[in-house]
């Protein structure tokens, strides 16, 4: 063979694997709502930058005539490339190609580009839309799972990885995604579960529809699986671009530093928050109020809406924000909210992104469901996740600060390097009502009048606990700030903490409460 | 989510209740008289019969699922009361088997 006649056969040979099927493959998917690998990656990445390897890997099962069958890129298509400027290494499962089963050659693509990740310090986006193991490979199919996981394990915390669900994702193939950092969802599209309805229906007779048991929805509003709903799968490649903007490339860098913007909402915390303390309002209007250009990246919206997580920026950097929401349960923690909370803090903290929290929250939950479901532990992810994080730590107390809740919203006592509270701020030990009641439960029985003497001693107590003053007398809070001095008090804090340095005992790692 | 009052510590807080909080599992205490099937599956053995006394830990019938048979015992000291059940029946979850007095 001369030059140009291989040059003609490595484009047929690269052909053949490509555009071959590219056409009945796009028909295959559209008749399920759903766009190729191909055309994903191209959609995520910047144009023209994907870069494709292990093109022409193929697997080596002779079993069960596996030997006759080609399968291109054995199901999987994996490569680097940019978005907005931002290295990534993506990988993109391909489910025209049987079913876009894991087989062995199929995972040892995805575990090399996990390695590439790793080692070259860019974060990892895996696209899944797979039957799940493929059959005919046996324990070899299990093997190529279990080395997924356990590089999505050593990956944890040195880049970020994202896993996208355009497609069925079943079986012990959910669990890579959920090893994961953010996990993005679509409408109709998406299906997790370990076990399906068919399973469900044979072993307990029970019948649920596949929507209903592990759709997108389902991981959104009850399972807190996934953190990102998009209604389409380019709405979904937005979401991602935007995410990929707010992150660094790996833990030793930080997030790219935007042109600062000033908030453009014309809403004064002020008017946000209601001069009641039992009225609600919404935390992400004092978010926008105080953020870079109003701007706020909410992380699992759906799911514990009790709390609120997500990004902003201030002075064009990133932050973690963190903040109780009193329109949704009073804005209590609770088992959710507290799970909720804490990964997303060991998330920032794990990437150099400071945290912001914002605080006013009656307590913990109550409840017989609440305690048998463990608040106990949950609820102590987050004062391990706040304790653990070494990150700069600001802290605005709005309103009420409650007892367990005031410790565990990153207050001084957690490590927070500046904690901040509004003149209306109440820190104390119990909302008034119920430490009076508790306080004074003699004289109010025993008072001629007692509705009268229970009125005078909440007020009582007000006046006396139900202020900041308490805790900033005791040096507990920094500062207590007027409610338009919030942006300025968080912007020069974290310029202040810019270079902060903890230093912790040394260990082989600690043992949350997971 | 509905718009409703949560009261905490006796203060009432207006806040929305997710559907969640809503549609959560109520509690029932835990009855150990009533012996229920905690899996739906096939009874296999019934070893007690109506009015045997059984002492806690004594089997009182095998209950088949997931290709496991599964030996359910007395959890209390008591007396048979009643056997809801015949063996090779098919059982749904939660359905009471058998009845201790």
Same mark, same amino acid.
């Given at each position: ?13 690269? #052909?053949? =694997?490509?555009?071959?099927? &590219?056409?009945? /493959?796009?028909?295959?998917? *559209?008749k ?9 990656i ?20 002779e ?36 079913g ?15 390695d ?25 199919s ?5 080395e ?14 994202? #896993?996208? =669900?355009?497609?069925?994702? &079943?079986?012990? /193939?959910?669990?890579?995604? *959920? ?28 019948e ?23 209604e389409?799968?380019?709405e ?118 400071p ?10 939950l109550?409840?017989?469901d609440?305690e ?21 730590k600001i ?22 390097d ?17 430490a ?32 900041p ?30 270079n902060k ?14 | ?36 099937a ?13 009015g045997?006394?059984?002492?806690k ?34 059982v ?10």
């Amino acid at each position: 063979m001369n030059i140009i006649s291989r040059l003609f056969d490595y484009f047929a040979k690269k #052909s053949k =694997i490509i555009d071959e099927n &590219a056409q009945i /493959a796009k028909q295959k998917q *559209a008749k399920m709502g759903k766009l190729t690998a191909r055309e994903r990656i191209e959609a995520i990445l910047d144009k023209g930058s994907f870069h494709e390897y292990d093109l022409f890997v193929e697997h080596k099962v002779e079993d069960f005539g596996m030997d006759k069958k080609f399968l291109p890129g054995d199901g999987v298509i994996t490569g680097t490339g940019m978005i907005h400027g931002h290295p990534v290494c993506i990988f993109a499962q391909d489910f025209t190609v049987a079913g876009g089963s894991l087989g062995l050659a199929h995972a040892r693509k995805i575990t090399k580009i996990m390695d590439h990740a790793i080692k070259l310090g860019v974060p990892l986006i895996g696209i899944n839309d797979s039957g799940g193991a493929r059959i005919q490979e046996g324990v070899n199919s299990l093997a190529g799972y279990g080395e997924i996981f356990y590089r999505n394990t050593l990956a944890s915390g040195v880049i970020p990885q994202i #896993s996208v =669900i355009l497609g069925p994702c &079943a079986g012990g /193939a959910v669990y890579s995604p *959920a090893l994961t950092d953010f996990v993005f969802v679509v409408d109709k599209i998406s299906k997790m579960f370990i076990t399906g309805p068919e399973v469900i229906k044979t072993v307990l007779g029970e019948e649920i529809s596949m929507e209903d048991l592990g759709g997108a929805k389902v991981h959104s509003e009850i399972t807190g699986n996934a953190h990102f709903f998009a209604e389409s799968e380019y709405e979904c490649f937005e979401m991602i671009k935007k995410l990929v903007s707010y992150i660094p490339w790996y833990n030793g860098k930080k997030a790219e530093k935007f042109p600062p913007k000033p908030p453009k909402n014309e809403l004064k915390i002020v008017d946000i928050i209601p001069k009641e303390p039992t009225q609600p309002y919404d935390v992400r209007d004092i978010i926008k109020s105080i953020a870079d250009d109003s701007d706020f990246f909410e992380v699992q919206e759906h799911w514990a809406a009790n709390i609120v997580i997500g990004f902003s920026r201030f002075d064009g950097e990133t932050v973690g924000i963190i903040g109780n929401q009193p329109m949704v349960l009073a804005g209590v923690l609770d088992v959710d909210s507290s799970d909720k909370a804490a990964r997303f803090i060991r998330f920032c903290d794990s990437f150099n992104i400071p945290l912001l929290t914002l605080v006013d929250l009656p307590g913990y939950l109550p409840g017989i469901d609440q305690e048998h479901a463990g608040v106990i532990r949950h609820g102590a992810k987050v004062l391990y996740a706040y304790s653990e994080a070494t990150v700069p730590k600001i802290t605005v107390i709005l309103r009420k600060a409650y007892g367990g809740g005031y410790i565990a919203m990153c207050s001084k006592h957690l490590g927070a390097d500046f904690v901040f509270a509004l003149p209306f701020a109440e820190i104390a030990v119990m909302g008034p009502e119920g430490a009076a009641n508790i306080i004074f439960k003699k004289e109010i029985s025993e008072a001629e009048n007692p509705e009268e003497m229970r009125k005078q001693k909440v007020e009582e107590y007000i006046q006396k606990f139900a202020n900041p003053y308490k805790a900033a007398s005791a040096g507990y809070i920094d500062a207590v700030i007027a409610p338009d001095e919030v942006r300025d008090y968080v912007l020069h804090s974290l310029f202040i903490a810019k270079n902060k340095v903890e230093v912790r005992p040394s260990k082989k790692h600690g043992i949350p409460p997971f | 989510m509905e718009k409703t009052i949560l009261k905490l510590d006796d203060t009432p807080y207006e806040t929305l209740i997710p559907k969640k909080f809503i549609n959560r599992k109520k509690y029932t205490p835990q009855n150990n008289n009533l012996i229920f099937a905690f899996i739906p599956g096939t009874i296999r053995n019934i070893y007690v019969k109506i009015g045997e006394k059984v002492k806690k830990g004594d089997k009182l019938l095998v209950l088949e699922a997931m290709k496991m048979k599964n030996i359910i015992n007395s959890p209390i000291n008591g007396v048979i009361k009643s056997i809801n059940v015949k063996e090779n029946q098919s059982v749904a979850k939660n359905d009471l088997l058998i009845e201790i007095q």
